[in-house]
């Protein structure tokens, strides 16, 4: 059983087109994280969250955190084929443990 | 710029062997973490070193794998009588700990015949 629930597993789109992908979890968190991980490589950090409610943007990724800290969203305006990964999201109560989700498999077709 | 490096890349073995990997951190780094990541999947988290303290392993971990972080710099993951399941990523993070960011090495496949 996951800790955290991603959704959709697998996006499709075409270049310039918006989408949202969306990491659920009935528990709390201190922090949520978002990773994009590229065929072959390791995961790289994208941002941290760790306030209820808070919202961060990098160029042309939003990523917010539920009020609760149970649920973060992740927003990309004008998608391009370089956003092409896999977008995990990654809990943790302490920054001693952190706990994944299944990704989000992304496509951008040019 | 040197991140984390893991060593080697790729390892193919049969059934029931004992196989060996290598982190090696960034340098000023007191945190390591191992993970094992399957097709499909996110990471699952195996272990993590404060220094060379061991402070948390994963139910995941049996008996049959063993790590060591023996100075408090590189660490390595054993694997003995390797099993079909054993397929998969195994990926290493260092950080400074606290909320400081994890930074991954690129892996090690493990592929079992």
């Known amino acids: 059983t996951q800790l955290l629930e991603q959704s959709p597993q697998f996006l499709s789109i075409q270049e310039g087109e918006n989408l949202t992908v969306y990491c659920n979890s009935s528990?709390?968190?201190?922090?949520l994280q978002w990773y994009r991980q590229e065929p072959g490589e390791g995961p790289v950090l994208l941002v941290t969250v760790v306030t209820g409610g808070e919202v961060k943007k990098l160029k042309r990724l939003t990523f917010q955190f539920g009020d609760a800290r149970k649920d973060s969203s992740l927003h990309i305006t004008a998608a391009q084929p370089g956003d092409t990964g896999l977008y995990l999201c990654a809990g943790t109560y302490n920054f001693n443990k952190f706990y994944f989700g299944s990704g989000t498999k992304l496509n951008v077709k040019p | 710029d040197t991140g984390v490096s893991q060593n080697p890349r790729h390892k193919i073995t049969k059934r029931g062997q004992n196989v060996t990997f290598r982190c090696d951190p960034i340098?000023?780094?007191?945190?390591l973490y191992w993970y094992r990541q399957t097709l499909g999947q996110g990471p699952e988290f195996l272990t993590y070193f404060q220094n060379e303290a061991q402070l948390e392993k994963s139910r995941l971990l049996s008996d049959r794998f063993s790590a060591e972080r023996p100075k408090g710099s590189f660490s390595t993951l054993e694997i003995q009588r390797t099993e079909q399941g054993d397929s998969a990523m195994y990926l290493c993070?260092?950080?400074?700990?606290?909320?400081?960011?994890?930074?991954f090495g690129d892996g090690t496949r493990l592929s079992i015949l």
């Open positions: 340098s000023e780094h007191n945190r």
């Open positions: 528990s709390v968190f201190s922090s």
């Open positions: 993070a260092s950080s400074s700990g606290g909320d400081q960011p994890q930074h």
